[in-house]
């Protein structure tokens, strides 16, 4: 543990304790993966100033996404099939986020269901919702996250035609994996995943089974959300949406300066500038070079997250210069989860909080909300 120092050296121990598919299945993004690597790679080319001389005691990274406090701006993004990286993952993922004091979104293509992860945490955590044709279970789920008192419903909209993953295809991803000599082999080199595998009952998307009509198995994805999602969905869906959970409301997924514009008037309490992590429109631009341009045109009419290539305190930080006042993380947690479920989580989240805090100081900064453009070398 002592020699994990990076985001990096999580993933290259996910790597090795996580099956193939699963592993592939977070690290990967649509067809030529372009717009998965800009979103790190940008970061690169943003630099701070550095500023000497000025008293850097009493540093703080606390802030507030959506109007609650949070640890530092640093939320875990919904991420579906969590609960395969690891046994009961978005289970653990949530009691580490809880702990640390930044918030867990869950997915509905989750594994663990609403309520598993509401009997295991006690503060409130946020879901995210995905329109489906089926509206009755659209209603539903955002009844049954009102009743597990979430308070934040996260609306993805970037996601109504599944963007292709290759690596997904040919891996032939599945929730629980089908019992291939491939998988089994693959499966057999990894005892610490199996054996909790084989300790849980929570092995398929519990949001859905059972609670979907006809729903009574949906191994595959793909054909899932082929059939359905709702290819439909458009700015006047909000509304009702808003209308029925009653509470904060964050909109995922915008990356164009009009559609900003436009999820401003819906009245609705955050949007997310991201591109679901370079898994949807290959060649579309990074998040973090999207995230500007959007921030200025809606100024202070509408709260501005952002998410995608984040991998250490120093992405934070920069983001929020360019005008985010929270952050999301995906890949990162995933891969703390798989290497060592929710102390791996925990260990993601502090690696990010040592850099965001040094870097803080070295760039003659005490409080991570006053971070801006003049941070900036440009
Ligand atoms: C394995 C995986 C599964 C994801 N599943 C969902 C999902 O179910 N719903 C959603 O809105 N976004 C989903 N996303 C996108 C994330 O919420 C987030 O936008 C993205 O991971 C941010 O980029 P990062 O992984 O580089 O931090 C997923 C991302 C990954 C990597």
Known sequence: MSQILTIADLKDLARRRVPKMFFEYADSGAWTESTYRANEEDFAKIKFRQRVLVDMSNRSLESTMIGEKVAMPVALAPTGLTGMQHADGEMLAAQAAEEFGVPFTLSTMSICSIEDVASVTKKPFWFQLYVLRDKDFVLDLIDRAKAAKCSALVLTLDLQILGQRHKDVRNGLSAPPRM????????????????????????????????????GDVASLSSWTTE??????????????????????ILKGVLDKEDALMAAKTGADAIIVSNHGGRQLDGASSSIMALEEIADAVGDTIEVHMDGGIRSGQDVLKALCLGAKGTYIGRPFLYGLGALGKEGVTKALEIIRKEMDITLALCGKRLVTDMGKDQLRR
Request: charged fraction near 25%; proline fraction near 3%; glycine fraction near 10%.
């Open 180 to 215: 291939t000599l491939a998988n089994i082999a693959d499966i057999a080199m990894r005892p610490r995943w199996w054996m909790g595998m084989a300790g849980t009952k929570r092995r398929t998307f519990r949001n859905i089974v059972g609670h979907a009509k006809g729903v």
């Open 228 to 249: 359905q999602f709702d290819p439909h969905l458009s700015w006047k869906d909000v509304a009702w949406i808003k209308e029925r959970w009653g509470g904060k409301l």
